[in-house]
């Protein structure tokens, strides 16, 4: 069960109606540190982009579609004092990848086209990933056709030279400094998680422009494993088997994909053949790219997804 409190003491910081708060209980600096620590989100779907969560809103499939992220971008970071000049450069590459979509989704055969109509319409999303000098602005949009520059996406680095094709992109590439790319996801809106690609750009944060805690969920370990697992889940990523024992976590997401905590790192094998190693406080960009790397073991060994046996000391479940 997830802890009830930030700090996984299972205790109120504010106290409780006819006991001592913990002003009256505690040393002066350690009351001031409970005082300021954030509300307990249900769900970081909760927290909006500064706490931790990701903004996600659905697109237009009209001509809409570019004003309408432009719209949206300046609406996620409404609350976040970003420079002017970033968030202008923000709102004309959202704008650019949103006409890129609208682009796509027009020029899908007949057949997709239907399909598409079931499987939803595109989502823009945006969050922030890293702290302090790593600080980024994430921004992706989303829609259901994988076709990108005639192959199939993968991969979360960014898009190679060669893949620019149209001015927008060439926009994209110029303002982000060549940080986007494009990769394989699920869509985030709707009760059935469609496949499709995301393509992305991100925006370095100067430092000292935000506050180091901004967008990073100030929770214990254990809350934020519970809940990455929780994301997976409501991404479309059923069936995950869970062992858990001092501190250490595994989630067996599919034959080809485990996922371990140690502590507060999250660690897993990518496709490539690399570990990857990311901070459990990068809970949605953790989500996104065991997401992304799920879709990539799908696309690789459609047949062959199902949960594998999973193994943590004297833990023993077989999935």
Same mark, same amino acid.
């Given at each position: 069960?997830?802890?009830?409190? +930030?700090?996984? /003491?299972?205790?109120?910081?504010m ?5 001592p ?5 505690l040393?002066a ?7 300021v620590?954030?509300?307990?989100p ?12 990701c ?15 432009r ?8 609350s976040? +004092? ?9 709102v004309t ?9 609208l682009?796509?989704?027009? /020029?899908?055969?007949?057949g997709?086209a ?7 319409? +595109? ?12 600080c ?28 620019v ?8 590439d110029?303002?982000?400094a ?13 009760s ?8 992305w ?5 100067p ?5 180091d ?7 214990s370990?254990?809350?934020l494993?519970?809940?990455l ?9 059923t ?10 976590s595994?989630l /067996? ?8 905590r140690?502590?507060?790192?999250i660690?897993w094998r990518a496709s ?5 190693r990311?901070?459990?406080?990068d809970t949605?960009e ?6 992304c ?10 047949l062959?997804?199902g ?8 833990? /023993?479940?077989a999935?």
């Amino acid at each position: 069960m997830r802890p009830p409190t +930030p700090d996984g /003491s299972g205790r109120s910081a504010m106290g409780q109606a006819g006991a001592p708060t913990a002003a009256g209980l505690l040393a002066a600096p350690l009351a001031e540190a409970l005082a300021v620590l954030p509300p307990h989100p249900g769900s970081l779907e909760d927290a909006g982009v500064s706490g931790g969560g990701c903004f996600v809103r659905p697109l237009p499939v009209d001509t809409t579609c570019a004003s309408a992220a432009r719209r949206f971008f300046r609406e996620a970071l409404s609350s976040l +004092p970003i420079p002017s000049g970033l968030l202008h450069d923000g709102v004309t590459m959202a704008s650019e990848l949103a006409a890129n979509t609208l682009h796509a989704q027009r /020029s899908a055969v007949p057949g997709a086209a239907r399909q598409r109509v079931a499987s939803g319409v +595109p989502e823009i999303w945006i969050y922030l990933r890293g702290d302090g000098r790593h600080c980024e602005l994430v921004c992706k949009v989303f829609d259901s056709e994988r076709d990108w520059d005639g192959g199939i996406a993968t991969g979360m680095d960014k898009a190679p030279v060669d893949s620019v094709s149209g001015r927008g992109l060439q926009v994209v590439d110029g303002l982000s400094a060549g940080h986007w790319g494009c990769h394989l996801s699920l869509s985030r809106l709707g009760s059935w998680k469609a496949p499709g690609k995301a393509v992305w750009f991100a925006l370095r944060i100067p430092p000292a422009v935000l506050p180091d805690h901004l967008g990073r969920p100030r929770f214990s370990p254990d809350w934020l494993v519970d809940e990455l697992e929780d994301m997976l889940v409501r991404r479309g990523l059923t069936g995950i088997v869970r062992a858990d024992a001092d501190g250490i976590s595994v989630l /067996s997401i599919s034959r080809h994909l485990t996922v371990w905590r140690h502590g507060a790192a999250i660690s897993w094998r990518a496709s490539s053949g690399e570990y990857q190693r990311l901070d459990v406080e990068d809970t949605v960009e953790v989500a996104e790219q065991i997401v992304c790397a799920n879709e990539e073991a799908a696309a690789a060994d459609p047949l062959n997804l199902g949960p594998g046996p999973v193994a943590l000391g004297n833990l /023993s479940v077989a999935g």
